[in-house]
């Protein structure tokens, strides 16, 4: 995907902090092991994209999932992330078991405690 088209993409309150991480990368490299660049996205650590906000859910709660059983991200910097694959809206690909980003951020249950 185009920088352009990704910028778009992104929330405007994250291009900032997008392009920060851009450039602390370049002159870093890579801070996440086996996982991508920007968003640090890998399907092999210890937490999952089933119990963060920020996972693409139904009008009845529940996670969406395609026929594969892949979930979708809405997180800006997973969207900006070029490593990470998209679906034809752009939205990044997520092992719902297994993925997760730097980003996580597990949803609340009522009483406003981190399931």
């Not at 660049?37 to 399907?43: M, N, Q, R, T, V």
């Not at 809206?89 to 996580?104: A, D, R, Y």
């Amino acid at each position: 995907m185009c920088e352009r088209l990704e910028k778009k993409m992104a929330e405007k309150s994250w291009l900032k902090k997008i392009a920060g991480l851009k450039r602390l990368l370049s002159d870093v490299g890579s801070l996440w092991p086996n996982s991508t660049k920007l968003a640090g996205y890998g399907e092999d650590g210890p937490y999952h994209c089933e119990d963060c906000v920020y996972l693409k859910r139904g009008k009845d709660g529940k996670p969406f999932a395609d026929e594969d059983g892949k979930g979708r991200c809405v997180h800006s910097v997973m969207i900006a992330d070029s490593e990470v694959k998209k679906d034809k809206s752009f939205l990044p690909i997520v092992n719902i078991e297994h993925g997760c980003c730097e980003f996580v951020d597990q949803k609340k249950d009522e009483k406003g405690k981190e399931e």
